[in-house]
C-alpha cells in the first residue's frame, strides 16, 4: 500500500492498482480564504509537484507523511483494522508493525522524489497534536499523453460521517490539476461501498464504467466502479 489505502466503509476509494506515490502542494486561495485553481501548467510537462508543501481546508490539515510519522500511521491502522478490512487487500502479519509502516513511509518517500505521488495524512485543524484520522493518496501518476493520477481514501471509524474527506478530497482534486498538472483523476471504489461512492459524486467525479474483477479485496476478486474527473470539467462546475 504507499500512498494507496483502500477503501473503508465510510469514505475510500481503491488507489491505483500500482505501486503507489508519494507528492505534494498547495492551490492558492481567494480573498475568502477558499482554494482556487492555478493556471493550467500545461499537459508538456513542465509541471512540478511542491513536494512536502500542506494543504488546508477550513477543518482540515492534508500533511505529507514521512518515515517518522510511521508510529502515527500504526496507530491508525491498528485503531481501525477491522473498518478498513473488508475494503483493503489482505494484509501480512508485518504490515502491524512499526517497521512495517516505516517500510511504507520509505516507499511513500522515494515516490515524492520520483513524483510520482503523495500520502497525505489527514489532521483535524482545532486540535494540537491531532491524530490521524485519515489517509489520501494521489498516486499512479502517468505523464506523457495520458496526465492521469489515481486516488486512494479512507477515514477513521471514530470520524466517520463529517464530511471530512469530501472536503479533503475536493482539496486533492485542486492539488492534482494545480501544483500536478493532472489532466484527469481516477477513483476505483466498490460498487456496495455507498459511502466512498458518496464521497466521489459529491467532489465532482463521474462514473465511467465498471472494471469486472479488478482488484483482488479481503481474499476476494472484486468489481469497481471507475470515477473520474477532468480538469476541463472541474473548471466548468467549479
Not at 116 to 129: C, I, M, S, Y
Not at 150 to 170: C, D, H, N, P, W
Not at 199 to 223: C, M, N, P
Request: hydrophobic share 35%.
Amino acid at each position: 500500500e504507499c500512498g494507496c489505502p483502500g477503501p473503508a466503509a465510510q469514505a475510500l476509494a481503491a488507489p491505483a492498482p500500482q505501486r503507489a506515490l508519494c507528492n505534494a502542494g498547495g492551490a492558492g486561495t481567494t480573498d475568502r480564504g477558499t482554494p482556487s485553481l492555478p493556471p493550467n501548467r500545461g499537459l508538456s510537462s513542465v509541471a512540478q509537484p511542491v513536494i512536502g508543501s500542506p494543504l488546508q481546508t477550513q477543518r482540515l490539515l492534508l500533511r505529507p507523511l514521512d518515515p517518522d510519522d510511521a508510529r502515527l500511521l500504526l496507530d491508525y491502522v491498528q485503531e481501525n483494522r477491522d473498518w478498513l478490512a473488508p475494503w483493503e487487500p489482505a494484509r501480512p502479519p508485518g504490515y502491524f508493525s512499526l517497521e512495517g509502516q516505516r517500510n511504507i513511509l520509505y516507499q511513500c518517500l522515494d515516490d515524492r522524489r520520483n513524483e510520482t505521488g503523495v500520502l497525505f495524512g489527514v489532521f483535524e485543524r482545532t486540535q494540537d497534536a491531532a491524530p490521524l484520522c485519515g489517509r489520501l493518496s494521489v498516486s499512479g501518476i502517468v505523464r506523457g499523453i495520458w496526465q492521469n493520477g489515481f486516488v486512494g481514501y479512507s477515514i477513521a471509524q471514530g470520524k466517520a460521517s463529517r464530511g471530512y474527506m469530501t472536503e479533503a478530497l475536493r482539496r486533492a482534486v485542486l492539488y492534482g490539476f494545480g501544483e500536478l498538472g493532472l489532466h484527469r483523476l481516477q477513483a476505483s471504489i466498490i460498487p456496495r461501498n455507498a459511502a466512498s461512492l458518496r464521497v466521489a459524486q459529491k467532489s465532482g467525479f463521474r462514473h465511467e464504467g465498471r472494471a469486472l474483477r479488478y482488484l483482488k479485496i479481503d481474499q476476494t476478486w472484486e468489481d469497481h466502479d471507475i470515477f473520474a474527473i477532468q480538469r476541463s470539467l472541474a473548471l466548468k462546475e467549479g
